[in-house]
C-alpha cells in the first residue's frame, strides 16, 4: 500500500521560498502512468491543485501558480519536492502531496495527468502539513 508523508517548515516569512518534501513508500515514483501532485487547501476555501510531476519526471502547472512553482523529485530517495517562491501571506494552507493515476487516451497508447477533482476521496494522499506564511 503506498503511503506519502509530508515534510518542511511550518512558518515561511513573506517573499520567501515554500520548500515542502513529499516521501513516498510502497511504490515508486518512476512507475509508469502514476502522477505525483502537490494541492493545498487554504483557511475556509477548497481543494487547490498546485503541480504534479509524472512517472516521466515531466512537470504540469496551475497557471495561477506557474511563475512561482517548481516541483523535482529525487528518484534515489522516492522523494518529489515543492518549491514556492516570492510567497504572500496568502499562501497559507495545508499542503498535500498525493499520487493519481494518468489518463489513458489513443486507444491506450497515450497517457497524461489526469483532470483534477478537489476531492480527497480519489487517488492516494498524505495527511497534510500546516504551513503559515507570516513574519
Known amino acids: 500500500q503506498v503511503q506519502l508523508q509530508e515534510s518542511g517548515p511550518g512558518l515561511v516569512k513573506p517573499s520567501q521560498t515554500l520548500s515542502l518534501t513529499c516521501t513516498v513508500s510502497?511504490?515508486?515514483?518512476?512507475?509508469?502512468?502514476?502522477?505525483w501532485s502537490w494541492i493545498r487547501q487554504p483557511p475556509g476555501k477548497g481543494l487547490e491543485w498546485i503541480g504534479y510531476i509524472a512517472y516521466s519526471g515531466s512537470t504540469y502547472y496551475s497557471p495561477s501558480l506557474k511563475s512561482r512553482t517548481s516541483i523535482s523529485r529525487d528518484t534515489s530517495k522516492n522523494q518529489f519536492t515543492l518549491q514556492l517562491s516570492s510567497v504572500p501571506p496568502e499562501d497559507t494552507g495545508v499542503y498535500y502531496c498525493a499520487m493519481f493515476v494518468g489518463e489513458f487516451y489513443g486507444s491506450g497508447y497515450g497517457c497524461r495527468p489526469p483532470p483534477f477533482e478537489p476531492t480527497t476521496s480519489l487517488g492516494s494522499w498524505g495527511q497534510g502539513t500546516q504551513v503559515t506564511v507570516s513574519s
Open positions: 510502497g511504490r515508486s515514483i518512476t512507475t509508469n502512468y502514476y502522477y
